[in-house]
């Protein structure tokens, strides 16, 4: 299978992020998408190809176009006001006070439209947001005109990213947008299969009212687990999308005996959806020697959960998540490739 790639990603570098009282380097390190991409080659998956530029027109049908526009203004703004360093929030408006309103302030507007402090700005984010949104929707454009699958291999990730806010290393949601892609494209149906280790809740409140994207997600339980606030099992859907969101919360130790049996009755409820196209947010932070994360999956798992996703049968479109074990991301995300590719 195809990849997309674009070095651009590598800008987006040297952010801060907030974690257990301490501002700390950012866990979302240009690394990871470097070691991912070297073990293509190692490995022969195929062609890495560049992204074609896109506009945010796709974009602005899921997530709203004043937050679209505000994303490439936050650095050049936290310059002129003669700061230096990571952007990134301090205040968030939460119950008692207004989320309605955004601040002049830039400090005020960051927390408007982020729910965390892991979502850093430096000089080369925008342009980093951008490629990865290019990666995705290049890649679903090999897809529909028939490749089979092809992997998006995006950076920064996206499915944190809901329909007016950013958060968890997220600002575009990738997936989303390749989903609405696929739908203006002429696909009836969506599905999204979610296996990173963090609820995708982004992508979960960009289609919990429509019937047409079945979001499916397999995470680490939010009683337990950030992003705490949403992934919980008796969230299904509102109204149209009454019962197209799935929830497989999974407890802190969750090995691959407990993990494949949530994928593989996720895959039963895919395939009486019926959709036209699947699309994989691909987190492979559910390994065992992850630093930020609780699950036991091992590198020999990795293969497998890429044979049972190919067994659906469906035309398919890998889009890189998450996944922090920098050493050990390459060879279990390529896994997941391989094992589909047989
Ligand atoms: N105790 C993705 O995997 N911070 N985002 C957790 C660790 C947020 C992860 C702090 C993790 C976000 C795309
Ligand atoms: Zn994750």
């Excluded at 007016?164 to 997936?175: E, K, L, P, R, T």
């Excluded at 499916?216 to 687990?225: C, K, L, T």
């Excluded at 969101?245 to 009755?265: E, M, V």
Aim: contains cysteine; glycine residues 12%.
């Amino acid at each position: 299978m195809k990849t997309v790639f674009s070095p651009r990603h590598r800008g987006h570098a040297n952010q801060l992020e907030l974690m257990a009282g301490a501002i700390v380097p950012g866990f979302e390190l240009p690394s990871r998408a470097e070691f991912i991409h070297d073990r293509i080659l190692e490995v022969g998956l195929g062609d890495i190809v560049a992204p074609k530029d896109f506009d945010l027109s796709i974009a602005e049908r899921v997530q709203a176009k004043d937050f679209l526009d505000f994303l490439p203004t936050v650095y050049p703004r936290w310059k002129e006001l003669g700061r230096e360093g990571t952007a990134l929030a301090y205040t968030w408006p939460t119950r008692g006070l207004r989320g309605d309103v955004v601040p002049e302030c830039l400090d005020g507007a960051l927390g408007h439209y982020s729910f965390d402090a892991g979502c850093g700005f430096v000089e080369g984010t925008w342009d980093a947001i951008k490629s990865s949104h290019d990666v995705a929707l290049t890649a679903a454009e090999l897809v529909k005109e028939g490749a089979g699958s092809a992997y998006a291999l995006c950076r920064p990730p996206g499915h944190h990213a809901g329909s007016n806010f950013m958060g968890g290393y997220c600002y575009i949601n990738n997936a989303a947008v390749a989903a609405e892609y696929f739908r203006v494209n002429g696909a009836k149906r969506v599905s999204i299969l979610d296996v990173d280790y963090h609820h995708g809740n982004g992508t979960q409140e960009i289609f919990y009212s429509r019937s047409d994207v079945q979001v499916i997600n397999i995470h680490g339980d939010p009683n337990q687990e950030y992003p705490y606030f949403l992934g919980y099992k008796e969230e299904t859907g509102a109204g149209e999308g009454e019962g197209f969101n799935i929830n497989y919360p999974l407890r802190w130790g969750t090995d691959w005996a407990g993990w494949s049996q949530a994928l593989k009755d996720g895959i039963q409820k895919l395939e009486a959806f019926g959709p036209d196209v699947v699309i994989v947010s691909l987190g492979v932070d559910t390994f065992e020697k992850d630093p930020i994360s609780q699950f036991k999956l091992k590198t020999e798992d990795y293969p497998k959960i890429g044979a049972l996703i190919k067994a659906i049968g469906k035309p398919t479109l890998f889009v890189q998540e998450g996944g922090y074990a920098v050493a050990d991301i390459g060879v279990n995300a390529v896994g997941v490739l391989t094992g589909f590719e047989g």
